[in-house]
């Protein structure tokens, strides 16, 4: 087995690595500090060809493939984990599901847009009363003439403040369960949508969250996507993918905290000499570099399994829980390892910490992954 990144993911990575230093990093805190939509930046990841990398060149993505998305939103996230989850929602759960299940048409009008970067996407799967449980839903699609009119709320939607399209999921046929869920196209602008509030978050507060609320929404009745009924299937299909995304940005992270780790024991003296040659701080950091190795490579497995096409649920899930339980324990660890400056605002570590804990939970919670990952296994 060669585990050895070809020289093209490595040019990428390093590439990437040069754009999150010049222009991600500098206003990393900023972003936290302020909430701010770092709308330069992403305006810079679109004109590097970024905002649609694995999808090919006719719909205008960079033709690339899965190993090198997980890549990019990695490097972005050890930079700025808010900048890799505006990236990661717009390109795994809005671009995915039109590329994968849309038609020619909606391909041409939606996903090239959103490739390149031009409107950004979001995903509207979660109600107040609906997040694991999607039999749950509330929200209904009625067909009236050549018009479907959306009724309901979502909650907790990365992107909605900013998206120009928003893929949504409601009821058709409530009796039939996940089974009666169908999937929308639905455009910013569309008469009875509305963006509700902004919800302020403990992390990756840069990128905006909030509510969405459909009243008498009317969109193109050729807005739906896929089948009636096949929505339920869409969204999971999705969101398998979407967590090696959320596992990418979960291993940035921990490779930031390992980062951080590693230039503070070798700066910081105490009792005369560097706290990186006492073995408490050694043996943390040696926790630290194993752990975060080992999610890199249950991260790239999924990846490569992704685009090999051979089924990666399981992997997928496998990646996302151990990353995301490891960025966790990692940057506890580096807060722990700074000290009291470690508990600072402003201090690296300490946005790291706030970050690192959404990846345990949005979609799928460690949890869900458990279950995910016990149902491939038993099958």
């Given at each position: 087995m060669d585990f050895k990144p070809t020289e093209e993911h490595e040019l990428i990575r390093q590439s990437v690595k040069e754009f999150c230093d010049k222009y991600v990093s500098p206003i990393a805190e900023e972003v936290d500090r302020y909430q701010r939509y770092p709308e330069?930046?992403?305006?810079?990841?679109?004109?590097?060809?970024l905002m649609g990398i694995y999808f090919p060149a006719e719909y205008g993505g960079a033709g690339a493939d899965v190993m090198s998305y997980a890549i990019v939103i990695e490097e972005l996230a050890r930079a700025c984990?808010?900048?890799?989850?505006?990236?990661?929602?717009?390109?795994?759960?809005?671009?995915?599901?039109?590329?994968?299940?849309?038609?020619?048409?909606?391909?041409?009008k939606y996903l090239s847009p959103l490739c390149k970067g031009e409107v950004i996407g979001a995903f509207a799967l979660t109600e107040p009363g609906a997040g694991t449980d999607a039999a749950a839903m509330k929200t209904l699609a009625v067909l009236d003439g050549n018009e479907y009119v959306?009724?309901?709320?979502?909650?907790?939607?990365?992107n909605a403040p900013v998206a120009g399209v928003i893929i949504v999921f409601a009821m058709t046929d409530k009796s039939k369960g996940t089974k009666g869920i169908s999937?929308?196209?639905?455009?910013?602008?569309?008469?009875?949508?509305?963006?509700?509030?902004?919800?302020?978050?403990?992390?990756?507060?840069?990128?905006?969250?909030?509510?969405?609320?459909?009243?008498?929404?009317?969109?193109?009745?050729?807005?739906?996507?896929?089948a009636e009924g096949q929505g339920f299937?869409?969204?999971?299909?999705?969101?398998?993918?979407?967590r090696i995304g959320i596992a990418s940005?979960?291993?940035?992270?921990?490779?930031a905290a390992l980062d951080e780790s590693i230039r503070y024991s070798k700066e910081r003296v105490q009792f005369g000499k560097p706290i990186g040659s006492f073995q408490a701080?050694?043996?943390?950091?040696?926790?630290?570099?194993?752990?975060?190795?080992?999610?890199?490579?249950?991260?790239?497995?999924?990846?490569?399994?992704?685009?090999?096409?051979?089924p990666y649920s399981t992997e997928?899930?496998?990646?996302?829980?151990?990353?995301?339980?490891?960025?966790?324990?990692?940057?506890?660890?580096?807060?722990?390892l700074h000290g009291g400056i470690g508990y600072i605002k402003g201090t690296k570590v300490e946005r790291l910490y706030r970050d690192a804990k959404i990846t345990e939970i949005y979609e799928g919670t460690s949890e869900v992954m458990r279950m995910v990952i016990a149902g491939g296994v038993l099958r």
């Open positions: 330069e930046v992403i305006k810079k990841i679109a004109e590097q060809d984990a808010s900048t890799s989850v505006v990236v990661g929602a717009h390109t795994s759960l809005a671009e995915y599901p039109i590329y994968k299940f849309g038609t020619e048409e909606q391909k041409k959306l009724n309901g709320s979502k909650i907790f939607i990365t999937a929308f196209i639905v455009p910013a602008g569309s008469p009875g949508l509305v963006i509700g509030k902004h919800l302020e978050k403990m992390g990756i507060r840069g990128s905006l969250t909030s509510e969405v609320l459909l009243k008498d929404c009317r969109i193109p009745k050729e807005n739906l996507l896929g299937r869409i969204a999971m299909m999705t969101l398998d993918g979407g940005q979960a291993l940035g992270i921990a490779q701080i050694q043996w943390m950091i040696a926790n630290m570099a194993m752990e975060v190795d080992a999610a890199r490579l249950l991260v790239y497995r999924a990846a490569w399994c992704y685009q090999q096409g051979l997928a899930a496998m990646a996302k829980l151990f990353a995301s339980e490891t960025a966790v324990r990692q940057t506890e660890r580096a807060v722990q």
